[in-house]
């Protein structure tokens, strides 16, 4: 069965200060590798997929990469507006579903 | 271009009732999938449909649990007889197919409440 495992649950930054967060995953074989952020009250909204080790994609201030046993999400100089809650979820080549770890809720303060 | 419409956003009802819940999925998008979201838990696969038919039901309730994806309107998730922990949030994703490079984009929800 497929495993996703994120990390830190929270995450408490100030306005500026760079960090990464962790997903690790145990599939077999991959699709893709999804980056999705929540707001309170909202859908996930997608920001990223990524295929195989060595990928890397950049969208604003977010930069995800992946190896073949874990997803690393880079925040540089985060302002407010990127606290969220983020969520890893994989793709198993065999499959159509997404199987979603629980989730980093980052809060940034100004 | 629209993106996942679900309606409604907030139903309430009373234990034993009956819930509908609709999904219009992207324009071009013709898989839909429903997930569950309850409180202080991750995102749970239910079901997976393309038009007409039922692919993967695997991750829905045995019992009340029923989804549909007509071959016109929307596709529609019923829960009867609704129960307390029934209490979520549940969200229509849809992809234009499935393979790498089919991105899958999520609906805003519907929180369903069940007093």
């Known amino acids: 069965e497929d495993q996703v495992t994120q990390s830190p649950e929270a995450l408490r930054l100030q306005e500026g200060e760079s960090s990464s967060l962790n997903c690790s995953y145990t599939?077999?074989?991959?699709?893709?590798l999804f980056w999705y952020r929540q707001d309170p009250g909202k859908g996930p909204e997608f920001l990223f997929t990524l295929y195989s080790a060595g990928e890397e994609k950049e969208k604003e201030r977010l930069k995800a990469t992946l190896t073949k046993k874990e997803s690393f999400l880079h925040i540089t100089a985060p302002k407010p507006e990127d606290s969220a809650t983020y969520l890893c979820a994989v793709q198993a080549s065999n499959d159509y579903k997404l199987s979603f770890g629980a989730g980093t809720t980052v809060t940034v303060r100004a | 271009n629209a993106g996942v419409m679900q309606n409604p956003r907030h139903l309430v009802r009373r234990r034993g009732q009956e819930a509908r819940l609709r999904c219009s999925p992207m324009k071009g998008h013709s898989h839909v999938y429903w997930y569950r979201q309850l409180p202080e838990e991750g995102l749970k696969f239910m079901v997976y449909l393309q038009k007409e038919n039922i692919i993967d039901e695997s991750g829905m309730p045995k019992e009340r649990f029923s989804a549909e994806f007509p071959k016109e309107g929307p596709s529609i998730l019923r829960i009867q007889q609704v129960v307390r922990g029934d209490s979520a949030a549940y969200f229509c994703?849809?992809?234009?197919?499935?393979?790498?490079?089919?991105?899958?984009?999520f609906g805003e929800g519907s929180w369903l409440t069940v007093v």
């Open positions: 994703a849809s992809s234009p197919a499935v393979g790498s490079g089919n991105t899958i984009y």
């Open positions: 599939v077999s074989g991959l699709r893709g």
